[in-house]
């Protein structure tokens, strides 16, 4: 059984390129999670999907970043024209298509992205 | 808003030593608490979880029992090992939010 996948692990930048981060999520669950981690704190939620939908995006700064999760294929946290303050690792977590609010959410192992 | 408040960090502790990690959280309703683990480079793991009041959660000989009137989710361990050093997590969920609300984490050192 294959995990929560991220690609790639790690991701080096210059000022103003664009980073395309991608999650394969556990095969079977519909339901994405990306949370950043800055260096020396704790995940902070970005946004969460749903196959073809964005559930809540309120933890996504409102320029530069998007989202996605297709109905084939990975999603993809793009982020655009990045800046130094964007180093961080990103993580995707998925969880199973059950209702309810206790549904574990299994983590990759994140992309550790550096803003030269 | 929904929030957790993790005992701060560093922690280091000599091998066969007793381990509280504490946490208390803010939340409306009843939600639910979950520690997770951070390994060097790695991702995070579900360490142990609960669901409602007065549950503990157990796992690997770690233990934290979800305390509704004192909002606090600590996490003990009577004999860590040199290989439960790492980065522990108190989150919650809250409702049909799912998303996880994280303290900011505690790191662990266990010297042999």
């Known amino acids: 059984n294959a995990g929560v996948m991220q690609n790639p692990r790690h991701l080096v930048r210059r000022r103003g390129q664009e980073a395309r981060l991608r999650c394969s999520p556990v095969k079977g669950h519909s339901h994405v999670y990306w949370y950043r981690q800055l260096p020396e704190e704790g995940l902070k939620f970005m946004v969460y999907l749903q196959k073809e939908n964005i559930i809540d995006e309120s933890g996504m700064p409102k320029e530069r970043f998007s989202a996605e999760f297709p109905k084939e294929g990975p999603s993809i946290l793009r982020i655009q024209q990045v800046v130094r303050g964007d180093s961080a690792a990103y993580f995707c977590?998925?969880?199973?298509?059950?209702?309810?609010?206790?549904?574990?959410?299994?983590f990759g192992p994140g992309t550790r992205l550096t803003v030269l | 808003g929904n929030s957790v408040t993790q005992m701060e960090g560093p922690v280091t502790l000599s091998e066969e030593a007793f381990l509280t990690i504490n946490c208390t959280y803010t939340a409306t309703g009843y939600p639910s608490l979950f520690w997770y683990v951070q390994y060097p480079g790695e991702g995070l793991q579900l360490l142990l979880k609960?669901?409602?009041?007065?549950d503990k959660g157990s796992n690997k000989g770690f233990e934290a029992t979800y305390r509704k009137e004192t909002t606090s989710f600590h996490l003990e361990k009577g004999s860590v090992q040199v290989s439960d050093s790492a980065v522990y997590f108190c989150?919650?969920?809250?409702?049909?939010?799912?998303?996880?609300?994280f303290g900011q984490g505690t790191r662990l050192t266990i010297n042999p």
């Open positions: 977590a998925s969880s199973p298509d059950q209702r309810g609010s206790h549904n574990e959410q299994f």
């Open positions: 989150a919650l969920t809250r409702g049909g939010a799912q998303k996880l609300v």
């Open positions: 609960a669901t409602k009041a007065d």
